[in-house]
């Protein structure tokens, strides 16, 4: 076993999971950021969200997922990284409750969002006619579009059914 082996089983981690990591930690470096396992904890978390249904992750979301995973990590460095990945571009914070930040992974691609009142649940959506209308209507008013954000609010499907 070499010496870069032997330092990542020394972490805790299993040689499987170095790739993901290795390319993360290029990913890091290129954003001009220090490579740290929680730096790489944290990124990991919002890659492997990015299929699920939990793609919108708050400080607090963060700090309990490494807890499960028993990493021994203070929530004021979850706060620190998630600030640092922002400024990086890594992140996208996201104010969708008043004083609650959640951050989803940068895709690069425009989406909106639809988060439901009841229970948190935000859904995104993809679309083309709606971001072809709100250009129309910036064009009509000699208006340069720099960033945009629409989010619907409401109440999800699943919320519906158990109002019935």
């Known amino acids: 076993m070499g010496q870069r082996e032997q330092i990542i089983v020394s972490l805790g981690i299993s040689i499987d999971e170095c790739e993901p ?25 919002f890659q492997s969200t990015m299929t ?16 499960n ?15 640092q990945f922002e400024q990086a571009g890594l992140l996208i914070r996201r104010n969708f409750e008043a004083g609650k930040a959640l951050y989803e992974l940068n895709g690069g691609e425009p989406h909106d969002h639809m988060l439901c009142l009841t229970c948190g649940k935000v ?5 083309a006619d709606l971001q072809m209308r709100q250009n129309e ?5 000699q208006f340069v579009i720099q960033e945009r954000a629409m989010t619907l609010y409401g109440v999800c499907q699943d919320c519906q059914s158990k109002q019935k």
């Open 69 to 83: 995973e028993d990493m021994d990590v203070g929530l004021a460095t979850v706060y620190r990284v998630l600030t």
């Open 123 to 127: 859904i995104e959506f993809n679309d």
């Open 137 to 141: 209507i910036a064009k009509h008013y």
């Open 21 to 45: 990591m290795m390319s993360n930690s290029q990913e890091l470096k290129s954003s001009g950021l220090k490579v740290t396992l929680p730096r790489l904890k944290i990124l990991e978390l």
């Open 52 to 67: 699920g249904d939990q793609r919108h992750l708050s400080a607090e979301d963060v700090y309990r997922l490494l807890l």
